[in-house]
């Protein structure tokens, strides 16, 4: 503590002494001698002769350190002379600590004699952090030198060197001890026999090599020379043994060695290999292989059982294979081999390892790979995954596996990449014509894996695993795996029975597994033995505290079991998404949806608050692709709220629309809410995915509430493919006779139907209430009005919007000789034919029976050449176009075959369709071209066209025509639909030209900013505000983002030139691919310069305007298929004003003082009318978790609204205003069209938002 009021910073603080619980009964072990301390030191070269020599790596002072020159066209080296022959245990290097640390990296140890003469070399990879030890194979040398793996700068704080002299030897009471157990330590009892400790953190190559030095009195203990680094023993472990290092005995009498070359050929060693000898047994047991395995050459492996067949008996056993220079233990086209408690150490490429998927019925048994570092891309060939290596490497699952360790390795532990590629079968071995990703899984129990570097200690990524129901992993262990201890990707069905998870990344990363089941699983974010090494500093707090994912976008049917399983350690202090322990993932969200519901029972969790157990906030709000919508999880028993059953919902109305939230509490960083005894059943509405639909809004109604659902983005959605668009909801059971109806709206508010509709429920939730597929009805709009006259009126195709999509290829639009073109935009080779489709909308077909339609359009043909190629429309060379109507009391179904023309001409399409009374009840309309083999399809003016007819029309009676409520049912209103209203003008209109300077100034300045959105407090004024240090900022991950300015109401303005200034402090090289344009005030463009390159921070670009062009808007556009943020420092629009209006009507503020409503109010001092009353320290406040809040000001007569200004709270809770939608309602309280205006994301604190509806 300070006797002042001051901070209090410390660096570090060491204290030395002993537990007086533990007190030593006899001296500790001395620490060693640093050999290398105040020994002569060289280097290649020192940057700075005063500061930078070589003697600062060896001054005792982590502090200091030496500098090299840097990129001067040699790997720059370090070298120390320890000044007599020393046996060398191990090597510390302290890194520079100020910075540069990366600098050290993938360098050599070499060591010399007293002649120096080189003696040993022992490379490494990757780099050092701040400090890291590497153990020495006991090599006996004078110097030491260091050569860093490429030309930067070399660096070194301090170098420890650590042994003993060679002529000496070490005292016995100066070695540490290792208790093995009895019957091991008799059998590595003689002095010299090496061996190997395993890796006890992340990394997967801090494993260690051990000499034997002699004997002890102590049963079951040997001891070696001192330590290189301290290893976890099991007394160390709090009860968990598994976390204790795997001791193995390297040496074996028999040896198998290659022969040592040097250059490019030091990777060849010697190669073992038995090659077809089919029903012959073969055994190899006990021998020591070292520098096998020829680098880069198929087939060439320490040992390789190759296309045997069957050689039932054949057995390889307790061998030890290291330092390999190709993979391991390799069995390939052959079957019934036992591979039991063999030792890999030191190993390159995927270790043991089943080749190509056409292996069976082997056994592999209580083996340990460690240090499995990987091999150069494509070795030994093209399209290896060795760059990523596996210690274990499973092409067919039907092999057992049972009670292997993998203990460290570059890539996974276990890796299941179940190709069907099994060149065996190419060589006339049989492999069944099997397909491995779909077999039975044999025996996988006891298997162990810690210490992964890449992905996860088991995975089935990318290819997956479609396991057979039943199929079960017992008792697997994973543990400080860095990314996740389990990860499954396309995968199905799998059981984890019992098994232990612990201080990885995540858990288990359920990455499409679906119906994963995790049934009696230990669960555990930090350990204690986690916790423990972090305190002794032996290793980093990484935060490595992730628990159980649910994946979106399951599919229904599909979600993860959780049962009788134990959760702790997870209320640990550590951020992050995946830090609790059942979290929802967001990799690869797509379209958004949670569709799969998980089971999740009987469970318990050790003392964690709910705050530490569910989140689904990563989801939700961190994904790259899309954000979740509609989490719903049941807690079936109350295990996982710790109360009652119910479901954690996620704050969206779709759900909660239809809830009462007053029996729900907000789960604490969650993003969720428990609603004690709620039971819901969650559903996918699905529409068609084309680009028309992109806007469409889905609304349920019960009667009395009314939730709007945003069809938001699809997964690939720009291939416009044969998708369908997902829209989510969760509902309650419906109340007695007043079902749930489902109606939608376009872009414009309007009532519409997209294409088709169908209602899929996922299964019954356990609890009684949910509801059922008869509680919900669609209600199609009728076929009167305008609204059928055109049933392509959506489509854009200059803004590239239409509604046909296709399978596989992607559709492009192109423009020709003033025709917009639709075409397939790659050709198909090996996969049949293309297809181009489109859906009609059922409601205006159903709704004008009787009454006919025009189809029409136009097409040609091209081949892979991209050759117009003619067909005579009879064949099935030709494109065949078919209309379809489905799933009414009958079928209707038309066909025609089209000749087209190889020179270029396009070949025309009309056919009249009169709507048959049979289509009562249909739910689907189509428009298909295919047929055509290998083509590539180009259309164009295609339409289909209500005929008019003074006939009235028919709606059939098996529809329910409703219109939706669209607002809380709190607020008083009378109209049903969303109204129309025309858009208003200021009443009084220019009439004459008040006279104006011609002295161009930045019209911007007193211009009114807008974007297409705004994201993290990057307001559109932000870019007109005159400070090129504050910015806009739109959301990122949108196609075509936009900021515009108007120049104001009523003005004409002669523009001179606009400038561009981009952001100052970052990220400047998003500003690329942009339109600058000027438009009309009806918005039509009438200057346009286009951008392609990065503009970079701070950089400007100026656009001269072509004479006499005269704007009332400028905006600054990325094209369209462009994806980014667009954030600018300063739009300036430089010119003057031609014509101003004499008398114009003034913009004021018109909301101060006016009658202001709310959904609720917190208290009184907190009403609605604070937000209106000037003073910015009053504020509003509704009740929390009451429903959907809104608020509302009545500007008592009808108004001209040029823009809405929110300024939020100033003290506190700033993130609370989020996510809202600005509206502007005309008398009877209906949006006016087109003037609703979306916050995105958080405000802030006293933070403005400012919305502009010109």
């Given at each position: 503590s300070l006797n002042r009021a001051d901070c209090l910073q410390l660096a570090e603080v060491q204290v030395y002494g002993y537990h007086l619980m533990a007190k030593p009964t006899s001296a500790p072990t001395p620490v060693p001698e640093n050999l290398a301390l105040y020994k002569p030191a060289t280097q290649s070269s020192t940057f700075n002769i005063a500061n930078d020599g070589a003697s600062k790596a060896v001054d005792g002072n982590y502090n200091s350190f030496t500098h090299t020159n840097c990129w001067k066209g040699i790997n720059q080296w370090w070298k120390v002379d320890l000044e007599d022959v020393y046996t060398i245990a191990s090597i510390t290097v302290g890194n520079r600590l100020d910075c540069c640390g990366g600098r050290f990296h993938d360098a050599t140890f070499s060591f010399y004699d007293e002649n120096e003469e080189e003696v040993y070399v022992m490379p490494t990879s990757g780099g050092i952090g701040n400090k890291k030890s590497f153990s020495v194979d006991f090599v006996s040398a004078r110097y030491i030198k260091v050569t860093l793996g490429d030309k930067d700068c070399l660096q070194i704080g301090e170098f420890e060197v650590y042994g003993w002299k060679a002529a000496e030897g070490i005292p016995l009471e100066s070695m540490d001890r290792l208790h093995v157990g009895e019957e091991a330590a008799n059998c590595w009892k003689s002095p010299g026999s090496r061996i190997m400790l395993t890796s006890d953190s992340y990394s997967w190559s801090d494993s260690h090599i051990e000499v034997v030095a002699d004997v002890t009195s102590e049963p079951g203990t040997v001891a070696v020379y001192p330590l290189a680094k301290k290893k976890s023993a099991v007394d160390e472990t709090f009860g968990y043994p598994d976390f204790a290092v795997e001791v193995a005995l390297l040496d074996r009498s028999l040896i198998i060695e290659g022969a040592k070359d040097e250059g490019e050929f030091a990777t060849l060693g010697g190669h073992f290999i038995v090659l077809h000898t089919p029903h012959v047994h073969q055994h190899l047991e006990g021998a020591l292989l070292q520098n096998m395995?020829?680098?880069?050459?198929?087939?060439?492996?320490?040992?390789?059982?190759?296309?045997?067949?069957?050689?039932?008996?054949?057995?390889?056993?307790?061998?030890?294979?290291?330092?390999?220079?190709?993979?391991?233990?390799?069995?390939?086209?052959?079957?019934?081999?036992?591979?039991?408690?063999?030792?890999?150490?030191?190993?390159?490429?995927?270790?043991?390892?089943?080749?190509?998927?056409?292996?069976?019925?082997?056994?592999?048994?209580?083996?340990?790979?460690?240090?499995?570092?990987?091999?150069?891309?494509?070795?030994?060939?093209?399209?290896?995954?060795?760059?990523?290596?596996?210690?274990?490497?499973?092409?067919?699952?039907?092999?057992?596996?049972?009670?292997?360790?993998?203990?460290?390795?570059?890539?996974?532990?276990?890796?299941?990449?179940?190709?069907?590629?099994?060149?065996?079968?190419?060589?006339?071995?049989?492999?069944?014509?099997?397909?491995?990703?779909?077999?039975?899984?044999?025996?996988?129990?006891?298997?162990?894996?810690?210490?992964?570097?890449?992905?996860?200690?088991?995975?089935?990524?990318?290819?997956?695993?479609?396991?057979?129901?039943?199929?079960?992993?017992?008792?697997?262990?994973?543990?400080?795996?860095?990314?996740?201890?389990?990860?499954?990707?396309?995968?199905?069905?799998?059981?984890?029975?019992?098994?232990?998870?612990?201080?990885?990344?995540?858990?288990?990363?359920?990455?499409?597994?679906?119906?994963?089941?995790?049934?009696?699983?230990?669960?555990?974010?930090?350990?204690?033995?986690?916790?423990?090494?972090?305190?002794?500093?032996?290793?980093?707090?990484?935060?490595?505290?992730?628990?159980?994912?649910?994946?979106?976008?399951?599919?229904?049917?599909?979600?993860?079991?959780?049962?009788?399983?134990?959760?702790?350690?997870?209320?640990?202090?550590?951020?992050?998404?995946?830090?609790?322990?059942?979290?929802?993932?967001?990799?690869?969200?797509?379209?958004?949806?949670?569709?799969?519901?998980?089971?999740?029972?009987?469970?318990?969790?050790?003392?964690?608050?709910?705050?530490?157990?569910?989140?689904?906030?990563?989801?939700?709000?961190?994904?790259?692709?899309?954000?979740?919508?509609?989490?719903?999880?049941?807690?079936?028993?109350?295990?996982?709220?710790?109360?009652?059953?119910?479901?954690?919902?996620?704050?969206?109305?779709?759900?909660?629309?239809?809830?009462d939230m007053t029996k729900c509490q907000m789960v604490e960083d969650g993003c969720l809410h428990f609603c004690e005894n709620v039971c819901l059943r969650l559903g996918i509405v699905s529409i068609s995915q084309d680009l028309t639909t992109r806007n469409f809004n889905m609304h349920i109604s019960d009667g009395t509430n009314t939730a709007p659902v945003n069809r938001g983005k699809i997964w690939f959605e720009e291939k416009q493919s044969h998708l369908s668009a997902p829209m989510p909801l969760a509902l309650p059971a419906a109340a007695t006779g007043s079902p749930y109806q489902i109606t939608f709206t376009d872009a414009n508010g309007e009532l519409a139907w997209p294409g088709f509709a169908k209602l899929n429920l996922e299964r019954a939730p356990s609890c009684i209430g949910g509801v059922s597929a008869g509680e919900i009805e669609f209600a199609m709009p009728d076929g009167g009005g305008d609204r059928c006259m055109d049933l392509f009126k959506y489509d854009d195709y200059p803004n590239g919007i239409h509604g046909w999509q296709n399978f596989f290829a992607g559709i492009e639009v192109s423009e020709d000789a003033g025709k917009y073109v639709i075409s397939t935009n790659r050709r198909k080779h090996d996969r049949g034919h293309v297809n181009l489709s489109r859906n009609v909308d059922i409601s205006c077909l159903v709704g004008n029976i009787g009454r006919t339609f025009h189809l029409f359009g136009k097409m040609r043909m091209k081949d892979e050449s991209g050759t117009d190629v003619s067909s005579d429309g009879t064949s099935n060379d030709s494109p065949k176009i078919t209309f379809s109507i489905t799933g009414g009391q009958s079928n209707f179904v038309k066909s025609w075959n089209l000749a087209t023309s190889s020179d270029g001409t396009w070949a025309e399409f009309s056919e009249e369709i009169t709507m048959p009374s049979g289509i009562v009840g249909a739910n689907r309309a189509q428009i298909v071209i295919d047929k055509a083999e290998k083509k590539e399809f180009l259309i164009t003016e295609w339409g289909m066209n209500l005929i008019p007819s003074e006939a009235p029309t028919l709606r059939p009676s098996a529809y329910p025509s409703v219109s939706p409520t669209l607002r809380p049912s709190s607020q008083p209103t009378v109209s049903l639909v969303p109204t129309k209203v025309a858009t208003l003008t200021p009443t009084k209109q220019p009439v004459t030209a008040a006279p104006v300077s011609a002295t161009p100034t930045n019209l911007a300045l007193t211009g009114l900013a807008s974007g297409d959105s705004e994201c993290h407090n990057g307001f559109a004024y932000k870019a007109i505000d005159g400070n090129p240090n504050s910015i806009n900022h739109s959301c990122c991950n949108k196609f075509g983002a936009w900021l515009m300015v108007d120049l104001g109401l009523g003005i004409t303005n002669y523009i001179e030139k606009i400038v561009v200034k981009n952001r100052v402090n970052c990220c400047g090289g998003r500003l690329k691919r942009f339109y600058v344009e000027l438009l009309d005030a009806d918005k039509n463009v009438v200057f346009n310069q286009y951008h392609y390159g990065t503009v970079g921070n701070a950089q400007v670009r100026e656009f001269v305007v072509d004479d006499g062009t005269v704007a009332r808007f400028a905006r600054v556009r990325h094209e369209d298929s462009y994806k980014d943020c667009l954030h600018i420092g300063e739009l300036e629009v430089w010119g003057y004003a031609t014509e101003v209006p004499a008398s114009p009507e003034p913009i004021i503020e018109m909301a101060t003082g006016m009658e202001a409503t709310a959904s609720t109010e917190w208290s009184q001092s907190s009403a609605a009318s604070k937000s209106v009353d000037g003073n910015i320290n009053s504020i509003y406040h509704s009740k929390c978790n009451a429903g959907v809040p809104w608020w509302r000001v009545d500007l008592g007569v009808m108004s001209f609204v040029q823009d809405v200004k929110i300024t939020n709270r100033k003290d506190c809770c700033g993130g609370r205003l989020r996510y809202a939608t600005v509206e502007l309602l005309d008398a009877d309280l209906n949006p006016v069209e087109s003037q609703s205006r979306y916050i995105q994301g958080s405000v802030g604190n006293g933070k403005v938002v400012q919305k502009v509806f010109n």
């Open positions: 395995g020829q680098q880069g050459k198929l087939g060439r492996y320490p040992l390789h059982f190759h296309m045997s067949e069957c050689v039932h008996g054949s057995t390889l056993s307790k061998n030890v294979i290291w330092k390999s220079n190709q993979r391991c233990i390799v069995v390939h086209g052959s079957h019934n081999v036992t591979v039991s408690e063999n030792v890999a150490f030191d190993t390159k490429g995927h270790c043991f390892m089943l080749e190509d998927g056409g292996e069976w019925d082997n056994v592999f048994y209580k083996n340990l790979g460690a240090k499995v570092g990987r091999l150069p891309k494509n070795t030994p060939r093209s399209g290896e995954t060795d760059f990523f290596p596996s210690v274990y490497w499973i092409t067919n699952p039907s092999n057992d596996f049972i009670g292997n360790v993998a203990a460290g390795s570059q890539g996974p532990g276990f890796w299941f990449e179940l190709k069907l590629r099994a060149p065996s079968s190419e060589l006339e071995i049989n492999n069944h014509g099997m397909n491995p990703k779909a077999l039975a899984q044999k025996t996988f129990k006891d298997n162990a894996s810690h210490s992964s570097g890449f992905r996860a200690g088991f995975t089935t990524y990318e290819t997956g695993y479609l396991a057979p129901p039943g199929t079960v992993w017992e008792n697997i262990k994973a543990y400080k795996n860095n990314e996740a201890g389990l990860f499954q990707h396309g995968t199905a069905n799998i059981n984890f029975q019992g098994g232990l998870l612990a201080d990885n990344g995540q858990a288990a990363h359920n990455f499409h597994h679906d119906k994963a089941i995790y049934d009696g699983t230990e669960v555990i974010g930090r350990s204690e033995h986690m916790q423990f090494l972090i305190d002794q500093g032996r290793i980093g707090d990484h935060c490595k505290t992730g628990g159980l994912s649910l994946q979106p976008n399951e599919g229904m049917g599909r979600g993860t079991t959780i049962k009788n399983s134990s959760f702790k350690g997870f209320d640990n202090g550590c951020s992050g998404g995946a830090r609790y322990a059942i979290h929802v993932g967001n990799n690869q969200v797509r379209n958004g949806v949670f569709d799969a519901s998980p089971t999740i029972f009987n469970n318990t969790f050790a003392d964690e608050p709910v705050s530490s157990r569910i989140s689904a906030c990563w989801g939700i709000h961190s994904s790259g692709d899309n954000d979740v919508r509609t989490v719903v999880i049941e807690d079936v028993d109350g295990s996982l709220s710790g109360s009652s059953p119910g479901f954690f919902v996620q704050d969206e109305p779709s759900v909660t629309s239809f809830i």
